[in-house]
C-alpha cells in the first residue's frame, strides 16, 4: 500500500508535492520520494524515511518544474532495505518516463520474465512496479509514430497495459516534453481521484490516492478516476480521458474503507468517515445478537480507525461510550512497519492505557480488524492490567482469513488469527471473555447503502475470492514461501496504530 501524486500546475510544484504526501503519510512511511519537470529534463530525490525526514530545503530546491510526481512507500513486493525500489522510477526510453505506483501485480513475474526475453528490457530490481514502468514503457513505444507522441497513442498503451498486466494498480507517470498520464486498473481495487484549482495563470490539476490530498492542498474535488480510465493532462493544461479497459467494473478494495484510508476522505463515492459510522450501526446489531448488553459497561475504541464505527455502536445500543487507550502520534503505523518485532515493541509505545476507565469494569473494545492478533492480545492484556474485571472485543471488519495480493501485505495464511478458527477460539486467543466480528454481508451492505453503484467489492481477505481470476493454492503457497523469506511482512491487528 503506498499513497501516490501528481501535480500539473502554473507554477513551482515541489512544495504541493510534499504537502500533499504529508497527507498520504498515513500510507506508507517506509520510503518518501518526488520527480518534476522543468525544461524537458527531470529531477529526482528519494530516501528512506517519512516525508519530514526525507526532504531538507537543499533537497526541495533540487527540485524545480511547474510539473511532477510523489509517493510515500510502504513495502509489499520487493523489498524495504532498497532505496533503489523506493518511488517515483524512471526509465529514459521511449520519451523519458517518471512513474508512480499504488497496488500490487499479481503476474509480475512472468512480465518481467517477457521484458526480457520479447521486449529486451532489463528490470534492475525486484519491485512489480519497475515492472509496470517497463510494460507502459515498450507499449508506448509501440504505440507511437516515429518520434511524436500524442493522446491516442497514451490511450492505446494504457490499453495494452490492461491487457497484459493483471492485479492492482493506480498509476501516475510524466512524459518529457509531453504531460502528465494517470490510469486505474479495470476493477479500480485501488483508488485514484483527480482535483483543480483555479489560478491566474489559469487551471492547474492534482491526481492523488486519496481526496484529502486534494482538499489539504487547495484544490477541488472533481471526481474518481473510474476503472480502466486513462487520463492525459498535456503540458498546456487540457485534460482529456478515455476508457482504455474491455470490461471495466468497480470491485474496490474493502480494506481501504476499514483501515487504510483517511476518514476525511472521499473515495468512490464514500465517505471513509460515513462508511466506519456505518459499520458500528451493523456491529452494533451483531453484538447486541452474541452478547448480554447487561454485561458491558462501556464501549472503548483502540484509537483511531475504529473511533466513529465504537461511536455509533454505543449511541446504538444505549451503552456508555468512554476513551481508555491514549494514543502517541509520534510513533508510526505499525500494521505497515516491516517487521514483526519492531511492530509489537511499538504496541506499548503507541497506546497508553488510563487506568480509571477500566477498574472494575467490563469493556467493550472494538477495533477495525484483527489481522495476526498479536496486538489485540497486547490490548486486552493493557485492559486487564489497568483493571478490567471482564474484556469484550469486536471487529469492524470480518475475520480475516486469506492473505492479501493487491497491496495489502498480510500475513500468511497460516499466521492470520482466524485462520481455522471461530469466533470463540479467536476469543481464546487474545485472551478475550467475548469476540463478535462483523458479517462480510452486513460490511459490504455498508457501502451499498452509502453508493448504490456498489454492488462488488474485493473481499479477498476475508472470503478467499480473488477477483483477478489467476490466484490459486499453487500461487499462494509460493507467496507463503517467499514471505517466509527475506520478504518484508506486515500484519498484526490493523487498527492499533492508524494515523487516519
Request: with cysteine.
Amino acid at each position: 500500500m503506498c499513497g501516490i501524486v501528481g501535480v500539473a500546475g502554473r507554477n513551482p510544484v515541489n512544495q504541493i508535492i510534499y504537502d500533499s504526501l504529508l497527507l498520504l503519510q498515513h500510507r506508507g512511511q517506509d520510503a518518501a520520494g518526488i520527480a518534476t519537470s522543468y525544461d524537458q529534463f527531470f529531477s529526482m530525490y528519494k530516501a528512506h524515511g517519512l516525508v519530514r525526514d526525507v526532504f531538507r530545503t537543499r533537497n526541495m530546491r533540487s527540485l524545480p518544474g511547474n510539473s511532477g510526481l510523489g509517493q510515500v512507500r510502504y513495502p509489499t513486493a520487493g523489498s524495504s532495505d532498497s532505496v533503489d525500489e523506493a518511488q517515483p522510477f524512471y526509465v529514459n526510453a521511449p520519451f523519458g518516463i517518471t512513474f508512480v505506483h499504488n497496488g500490487n501485480l499479481t503476474n509480475w513475474r512472468e512480465l518481467r520474465e517477457e521484458l526480457f526475453r520479447i521486449d529486451r528490457r532489463h528490470i534492475n530490481t525486484n519491485s512489480d512496479s519497475e515492472v509496470l514502468l517497463n510494460v507502459f514503457a515498450h507499449e508506448l513505444q509501440m504505440a507511437a509514430t516515429g518520434t511524436s507522441l500524442d493522446e491516442c497513442a497514451v490511450f492505446k498503451a494504457v490499453s495494452a497495459v490492461h491487457r497484459r498486466v493483471k492485479g492492482a494498480y493506480a498509476v501516475i507517470a510524466q512524459v518529457a516534453s509531453f504531460g502528465m498520464v494517470a490510469f486505474r486498473d479495470p476493477y479500480g481495487i485501488r483508488p485514484l481521484c483527480l482535483g483543480a484549482q483555479e489560478t491566474d495563470k489559469g487551471v492547474e490539476w492534482m491526481i492523488a490516492s486519496e481526496s484529502v490530498a486534494l482538499s489539504g492542498c487547495g484544490f477541488n474535488f472533481v471526481r474518481d478516476i473510474a476503472p480502466g480510465e486513462a487520463v492525459l493532462i498535456d503540458l498546456d493544461g487540457n485534460l482529456s480521458s478515455r476508457q482504455c479497459a474491455d470490461n471495466p467494473q468497480l470491485v474496490p478494495c474493502l480494506f481501504e474503507y476499514v483501515y487504510f484510508a483517511r476518514p476525511d476522505s472521499l473515495m468512490d463515492g464514500v465517505s471513509i468517515y460515513d462508511a466506519r459510522l456505518g459499520m458500528g450501526e451493523y456491529l452494533a446489531d451483531n453484538v447486541a445478537k452474541s452478547l448480554r448488553l447487561g454485561e458491558i459497561d462501556v464501549v472503548m475504541p483502540i484509537p483511531d480507525s475504529s473511533r466513529p464505527s465504537a461511536m455509533q455502536l454505543a449511541a446504538r445500543l444505549g451503552l456508555n461510550y468512554r476513551e481508555g487507550f491514549i494514543k502517541n502520534r509520534y510513533v508510526g503505523r505499525t500494521f505497515i512497519m516491516p517487521g514483526q518485532a519492531v511492530r509489537k515493541k511499538s504496541v506499548r509505545q503507541k497506546l497508553n492505557a488510563i487506568d480509571m476507565e477500566f477498574k472494575g469494569k467490563n469493556v467493550l473494545l472494538v477495533d477495525d480488524s484483527i489481522v495476526r492478533g498479536t496486538t489485540s492480545r497486547q490490548i486486552v492484556d493493557m485492559a486487564r492490567e489497568a483493571g478490567a474485571n471482564k474484556v469484550f472485543f469486536a471487529s469492524a471488519a470480518p475475520p480475516v482469513r486469506f492473505p492479501n495480493v493487491y497491496g495489502i501485505d498480510m500475513p500468511t495464511q497460516s499466521e492470520l488469527i482466524a485462520h481455522g478458527r471461530d469466533a470463540d477460539a479467536v476469543a481464546r486467543e487474545i485472551g478475550a471473555n467475548g469476540l463478535v466480528y462483523q458479517a462480510l454481508s452486513d460490511l459490504e451492505s455498508t457501502l451499498s447503502d452509502l453508493n448504490p453503484a456498489m454492488h462488488t467489492f474485493e473481499s479477498s481477505c476475508f472470503n478467499g475470492q480473488y477477483i483477478t481470476g489467476d490466484i490459486d493454492a499453487g500461487y499462494l503457497e509460493r507467496l507463503s514461501q517467499t514471505r517466509g523469506g527475506t520478504a518484508p511482512t506486515a500484519g498484526n491487528n490493523g487498527n492499533e496504530n492508524d494515523d487516519s
